[in-house]
């Protein structure tokens, strides 16, 4: 048993890294497509059908706009 749970590990590890530079080279959000991958390493087959990005890279609001962004819409 504890074989499976070492292997299922390492399989993990492999896909989040896999996925990793996988969305890199598509240009898509690479931490959120690593531990997806690594959750769930068949998402892999997922992102590698994926066609590539044709914009920019997609760009997560830092804190500090999230927290402008609240800020404004209590104020409605």
Known sequence: MLTYIAIWGLVALGSAVLGLILAVAKRRDHSA????????????????????????????????????????????
């Open 33 to 76: 497509w690593a531990a997806w991958c690594f959750i769930l390493p068949p998402l892999l087959l997922v992102l590698l059908v994926l066609p590539k990005n044709a914009g920019p890279r997609p760009r997560r609001p830092s804190l500090d706009e999230e927290d402008r962004q609240e800020a404004a819409k209590e104020w409605y």
